[in-house]
C-alpha cells in the first residue's frame, strides 16, 4: 500500500534487524504487520526488515520460517535486503534488533547519537518470555524456529503496546 507523503511523516516507522534477513527479521516483519493490521492501524505504521549481511538479498525468508510462520497464519514474503545505514538511519524512527551481535553492528554504523538511540533490542519488549536475545534459528531445528517465532510474536505485542499510547 502506497503512502503520502504526509501519512509517511506520521507514522511510526519501523525496522526489523538480524544476520541475513531471512529467519528472525522478515518474521517480526510480518507478525508486526499482521498485529498492526488485526487492529486496524495499518495507516499509523511502516514496517519493513533487513539484514546487517547481503547473502541473501533478494531472496524469500528461510523455507523453515515460513513454513512454521504459516502453522501460525502467517505469510512471510519479504525479499531480504541488506541494511543501508545512510538510508535506514534517516528513514526509520525505530530500528529493532535481534540479538547483541546485530546491537554492536548496527550502533557502529550509527553517525550520531540520536542515530544509536534509535537501535533498540526486540528482547527489551518481551512480556511472556524471560530471555535477553532471540536466538537465531538458521543452524537448529524445527523447535528452534519454533522458539524464535514465540519470542518474536512476544515482542512484537511488547513493541506494539509501548507505541499505542502514542496512537490517537
Not at 79 to 100: K, P
Not at 113 to 132: C, F, G, N, P
Amino acid at each position: 500500500m502506497a503512502h503520502s507523503e504526509k501519512e509517511r511523516k506520521t507514522m511510526t516507522k519501523i525496522l526489523f534487524i538480524c544476520l541475513g534477513n531471512i529467519c528472525r527479521s522478515p518474521a517480526a516483519e510480518g507478525i508486526m504487520q499482521q498485529m498492526v493490521d488485526k487492529q486496524g492501524l495499518s495507516e499509523r505504521f511502516l514496517i519493513d526488515s533487513a539484514g546487517i549481511g547481503n547473502w541473501h538479498a533478494g531472496q524469500l525468508p528461510d523455507v523453515r520460517m515460513r513454513r512454521q510462520g504459516a502453522k501460525r497464519g502467517y505469510d512471510f514474503c519479504h525479499h531480504a535486503r541488506q541494511f543501508r545505514a545512510s538510508e535506514d538511519f534517516q528513514r526509520f524512527d525505530f530500528i529493532v534488533v535481534m540479538d547483541e551481535e546485530n546491537y554492536r553492528a548496527i550502533t557502529q554504523m550509527a553517525r550520531s547519537e540520536t542515530e544509536k538511540q534509535k537501535v533498540i533490542r526486540m528482547s527489551d519488549y518481551l512480556t511472556l518470555h524471560k530471555a535477553t536475545t532471540v536466538p537465531d534459528p538458521y543452524y537448529g531445528d524445527t523447535r528452534d524456529f519454533d522458539y524464535a517465532l514465540d519470542l518474536i510474536e512476544d515482542g512484537c505485542a511488547g513493541l506494539l503496546a509501548a507505541f499505542k499510547p502514542d496512537i490517537h
